[in-house]
């Protein structure tokens, strides 16, 4: 129960009322009757009983649709910034497919070159295909290497 407050005048109660009517109005938020209730120190039923008209003034203000303001609202700068990054994430998304192609040219340019290079030079490939096994290597001349092997020295010199 609230306090008794039997000479609160009407004129306190405007002055009140009109003074958040400003702030509603800077911040485009409408106005309460719990909130000016609330600052005269009155109960929601209270305040009704007493001022009616004032009541039913605040009730009419809070019915009208709020006037827009000149800047764009919270959730409108949301809406903005969310449009936004999903347009930069999709132009990421197709940058990281291109780099990803151009990866994998660069890939498969590569090992041409190898296999070109390694073709050139006659050298072949550790992981490649072996000509040979160790245990058959033979010379130009079709003798046993594997003594040239051991030695680190052609046979034919001893």
């Known amino acids: 129960m609230t306090a008794r407050v039997s000479d609160l005048p009407e004129t306190l109660a405007r002055k009140r009322m009109n003074e958040m009517l400003e702030t509603c109005q800077r911040t485009n938020t409408k106005p309460s009757v719990l909130k000016l209730a609330g600052q005269l120190g009155l109960s929601n039923t209270t305040f009704r009983r007493r001022f009616p008209d004032i009541a039913r003034e605040l009730g009419t203000f809070r019915s009208a649709p ?49 296999e070109a290079l390694e073709n050139a030079s006659k050298i072949t ?32 010199a001893l």
């Open 66 to 114: 709020a006037i827009p303001a000149d800047e764009p609202s919270e959730h409108d700068r949301l809406i903005a910034r969310n449009a936004k990054l999903r347009r930069r994430n999709q132009e990421l998304a197709s940058e990281l497919a291109l780099a990803t192609a151009q990866l994998q040219h660069l890939a498969l340019t590569n090992e041409r070159l190898r």
């Open 125 to 156: 490939s550790i992981h490649g295909k072996r000509g040979s096994s160790q245990g058959e290597a033979k010379s130009r001349n079709g003798n046993d290497l594997e003594g040239e092997r051991d030695l680190g020295v052609p046979l034919t």
